[in-house]
């Protein structure tokens, strides 16, 4: 089902449609997550069908899942409030405010893990996520790989942001001093859901009771006035939906980053390593174009830095920002992509239809081209030539970008021959790589 060479046989004509609608997703190079879903009346698959499954050397692409008679009864009780006793560690703080009040304590992922076990999805009622699961979610991953190794666990309460759940009420033993055991009337999660449910998956068997203290979690606990549903509300929209950080904020305070920002300035240039909400000049650079360009023009993986510009400062990055990358390259592939991208949002009349969708391709061409002109390989161009290179690519930019179309238009030739090429085509066809081969 999910290679795309294989031939379909005997299958339903409208599950076919959705077959060959993965199987080309497949082939313009995303890569499929699947889980499935066993379900019986009975006991899961005994260490046969395990090694069956192992053997069928699927890895971590395919995830299976037993789903009992209990777990649908899980389901359909989720209207049920959530009562159960939390054992937190070490001291607490506790505090009235407002006709609620308020706990902030540290708890064991164990413990995490043993809620979630006995009340499932019933604590994330009010969450506004189900679980997103392990494949494909780095932030999820990285949870799990915290968590199993054993140097880092108890690194576990630095790196995560914590838990925040709600309840009606919640009761404890006010004359001890630390280890409190919480009594919690109609319990719920509302932030940190995605945390609980990975740390339950990858604590959950046999081994869940076997996992040794070191793993803890931040929480925090919030009884509300049980008439305010308002607050209640109010208070998961508030816990969620703070400005994101992303991989490219992370990153830019890497010494890569402060080289390349007195790099540029040196050469005239501002490069924004961090995001701002100052207003963009022609000689500003930010790391995110500057990602786009340089993956594009340097690294000729043009499909790659259009389609996949969530990974630039992730599984990308490397590939990127390598050491030997300086000031002059990132100006000069910049400036490259930028009359391809410029053309792109305004194309002349007399430009081909699938200039709307190549400028990282043509961006490409066009790099090789000047670097052939100077007589020099990406790895020579330094401050010391970069005014050349710039020089050249304005007097030339007409000419490199007519040669590009050229570039690109032969290779679509070899591709399709001299039929017309629809719209949609073109799109997967700049989506893809199989067009770099060509140039």
Not at 44 to 56: F, H, L, V
Not at 257 to 284: F, H, I, M, P, W
Not at 384 to 404: K, P, T
Request: proline residues 3%.
């Amino acid at each position: 089902m999910f290679d795309p060479a294989a031939k379909v046989e005997s299958i339903n004509p409208r599950l076919l449609t959705k077959v060959e609608e993965a199987r080309s997703l497949v082939r313009d190079g995303y890569i499929p997550q699947v889980r499935a879903l066993a379900c019986n009346n009975g006991l899961s698959w005994n260490e046969s069908a395990q090694g069956a499954i192992a053997r069928a050397g699927f890895g971590e692409q395919v995830t299976w899942e037993h789903v009992s008679p209990e777990r649908l009864v899980k389901i359909l009780q989720a209207s049920r409030p959530v009562k159960d006793t939390l054992q937190l560690s070490g001291k607490a703080i506790f505090e009235d405010m407002n006709f609620s009040r308020i706990l902030v304590g540290r708890i064991a992922a164990s413990e995490i893990a043993n809620l979630i076990d006995r009340h499932g999805e019933r604590l994330l009622e009010r969450n506004i996520r189900r679980y997103l699961g392990l494949q494909g979610n780095r932030v999820n991953d990285g949870i799990k790989k915290t968590l199993e190794d054993e140097a880092e666990k108890h690194n576990f309460y630095f790196y995560n942001n914590g838990i925040t759940m709600t309840c009606d009420s919640f009761t404890y033993n006010a004359l001890q001093s630390g280890d409190y055991q919480l009594r919690v009337e109609n319990l719920q999660i509302i932030n940190g859901g995605q945390t609980c449910m990975t740390i339950f998956k990858t604590l959950q068997g046999p081994q869940l009771d076997l996992f040794p203290a070191g793993a803890y979690v931040l929480l925090r606990l919030y009884q509300l006035p049980q008439e305010s549903e308002d607050l209640v509300r109010k208070v998961t929209y508030a816990t969620n939906s703070q400005n994101p950080v992303d991989l490219r904020d992370l990153r830019s305070n890497e010494e890569l980053q402060k080289r390349l920002e007195t790099d540029l300035e040196q050469l005239g240039y501002v490069y924004r390593r961090k995001r701002s909400n100052a207003g963009a000049r022609a000689t500003d650079i930010t790391s995110g174009v500057a990602a786009e360009a340089i993956l594009s023009v340097w690294r000729k993986k043009p499909h790659q830095a259009k389609f996949f510009t969530r990974e630039h400062f992730g599984k990308l990055y490397d590939q990127i920002f390598t050491e030997r990358l300086n000031g002059a390259q990132v100006v000069l592939a910049v400036l490259i992509y930028r009359i391809a991208e410029n053309r792109r949002k305004r194309p002349e009349p007399t430009d081909p239809d699938f200039v709307r969708y190549a400028s990282c391709f043509i961006a490409m061409q066009m790099g090789e081209r000047l670097l052939r002109d100077l007589g020099l390989g990406v790895s020579e161009i330094s401050h010391r030539n970069v005014g050349e290179a710039v020089a050249l690519l304005e007097r030339s930019r007409d000419a490199y970008f007519v040669g590009a179309t050229e570039d690109i238009a032969q290779a679509l030739r070899k591709l399709y021959g001299d039929r017309d090429i629809s719209l949609q085509q073109l799109s997967a066809t700049f989506r893809r790589g199989d067009l770099i081969e060509q140039l």
